[in-house]
């Protein structure tokens, strides 16, 4: 869900739990069995209750939370059951009951970046095809996240629910303390370059202190390749190139210069 790009999967077919649901409750309402003819009273008008098991991570709960009531109260016959799991145990757990067969949930979470993963698991259906019909949402999707969610021989495999936006965070404190400018437009303009930044990040970074500019200095190639193509049209390698290269020399020079805390991404440190 990176969380960078995360989709929704059903052991079946991936499904984006705020608009595939609806195709869900279509399909679930035209498998149902009609009421014998004749029967009449409350005990005919009940609907049975299915349940829809829904896999993911901490973080996206604050979503579901949002609008689990009101899908329940407009769908008295669809119980919702939430499981949330760490990021690598609910992976593992999907991947091991795709390979099984059995035991997948209706709905999970998969982060975009290990996708090809079920894939080639198997246990993914094309969205494309009946009942699902997802690619009347084409239009309305971002076409990288669109693509990102498409199998080489055009399947749609996922059905992606967020564009992971990023921006720039700092402390205005630090930046004071340090004798550096501290509004937004200021900061701007002395790490708009390369040379600025990691200028900027030495006055920062204070061992003493427990203090550094970024966590590592991996994040440098991360912020910059995340979703973007690393492959063209014809797969070919599209980050064997000057900017590449260019890029990893920053971050050779980031961790020479000791501005990074050496930690791994995602990392609770």
């Known amino acids: ?72 109260a407009a769908n008295p016959d669809i119980k919702l059951d939430i499981q949330m799991m760490p990021t690598a145990e609910e992976h593992d757990k ?57 199998s080489p021989d055009g399947r749609l495999v996922a059905f992606p629910w967020d564009i992971g936006p990023a921006t720039f965070f700092y402390r205005r404190d630090l930046f004071e303390q340090a004798g550096l400018p501290s509004d937004p437009e200021s900061v701007a303009e002395l790490t708009s370059t390369w040379p600025g930044f990691l200028d900027v990040a030495k006055k920062l970074t204070n061992p003493d202190e427990q203090r550094w500019a970024m966590g590592s200095a991996s994040d440098i190639l991360y912020t910059n390749f995340a979703h973007r193509n690393l492959f063209d049209a ?30 791994s991404n995602w990392s609770a440190e």
């Open 1 to 72: 869900m990176m969380q960078y790009g995360a989709h929704f999967t059903r052991s079946k077919g991936i499904l984006n739990l705020l608009v595939i649901l609806a195709m869900f409750i279509a399909l679930v309402a035209a498998c149902a069995p009609a009421a014998p003819a004749g029967e009449s009273g409350s005990a005919a008008q009940e609907p049975e209750q299915t349940t829809i098991t829904v896999w993911g991570w901490p973080a996206a709960d604050v979503a579901y939370e949002s609008f689990i009531a009101d899908f329940e």
């Open 94 to 150: 999907l991947l091991a009951s795709l390979a099984a067969g059995a035991g997948a949930p209706d709905v999970a979470m998969i982060e975009i970046n290990y996708i090809d993963k079920f894939v080639a698991k198997g246990g993914l259906v094309d969205l494309l095809q009946e009942p699902y019909n997802a690619g009347k949402y084409k239009d309305e999707m971002v076409p990288y996240k669109w693509m990102q969610a498409s």
């Open 234 to 263: 014809d797969w070919n390698c599209a980050v064997n190139n000057e900017r590449a290269v260019q890029l990893l020399t920053y971050a050779q020079e980031a961790r020479a210069a000791g501005v990074d805390a050496k930690v």
